[in-house]
T-cell receptor, first 113, second 110 residues
């Protein structure tokens, strides 16, 4: 399967703990995106990488959130000091050249208790 | 005001029916427009791009009205497999990010 993969698929953590998610994009895609989706809502943009450069961050991405894409391949999203409001599906997407045709991974579902 | 507004539905239609979804967007500078489909508990997938001239892909027709900042999707001859949430999507100012609507839920019944 050469699609976008995400790990883990599910994460349950206690409030105040740190969590890290990984995304492996489609190999030839140089653009990588992170989104967050809660029940009944569409995905909300968090951040965008072109190769290893983080070119855009949403105001939704508070200081507790950090994302990296060190070698322009896989990416990680870390949330520090998790809060219950962080509970959501975290989606990663990648694209080759077009902003519109983004291929999404299956997501990581985070539950903060 | 949210950047992309959609009627969440649900729309319940019988097989074979024609159904139309609409959405409006607030940023007149947006350049790119799309419809994505999301099945229950699955990731979103691109259904089609939307152009000012209108475009068709089989049973699906998309229209864009820039003056009214309005996007539509028409599904003809609905199939059971069309049951899903349809997300209206507009590119951001930067052109990098996508702004998604909440989605419109469609249930096609036998």
């Amino acid at each position: 399967d050469t699609g976008v993969s995400q790990d883990p698929r599910h994460k349950i953590t206690k409030r105040g703990q740190n969590v890290t998610f990984r995304c492996d994009p489609i190999s030839e895609h140089n653009r990588l995106y992170w989104y967050r989706q809660t029940l009944g809502q569409g995905p909300e943009f968090l951040t965008y990488f072109q190769n290893e450069a983080q070119l855009e961050k949403s105001r939704l991405l508070s200081d507790r959130f950090s994302a990296e894409r060190p070698k322009g391949s896989f990416s990680t999203l870390e949330i520090q000091r998790t809060e219950q409001g962080d509970s959501a599906m975290y989606l990663c997407a990648s694209s080759e050249n077009s902003v519109g045709e983004q291929y999404f991974g299956p997501g990581t579902r985070l539950t903060v208790t | 005001r949210k950047e992309v507004e959609q009627d969440p539905g649900p729309f319940n239609v019988p097989e074979g029916a024609t159904v139309a979804f609409n959405c409006t967007y607030s940023n007149s500078a947006s350049q790119s427009f799309f419809w994505y489909r999301q099945d229950c508990r699955k990731e979103p997938k691109l259904l089609m791009s939307v152009y000012s001239s209108g475009n068709e892909d089989g049973r699906f027709t998309a229209q864009l009205n820039r003056a009214s900042q309005y996007i539509s999707l028409l599904i003809r001859d609905s199939k059971l497999s069309d049951s899903a949430t349809y997300l209206c999507v507009v590119s951001s100012n930067s052109g990098y990010a996508l702004n998604f609507g909440k989605g419109t839920s469609l249930l096609v019944t036998p």
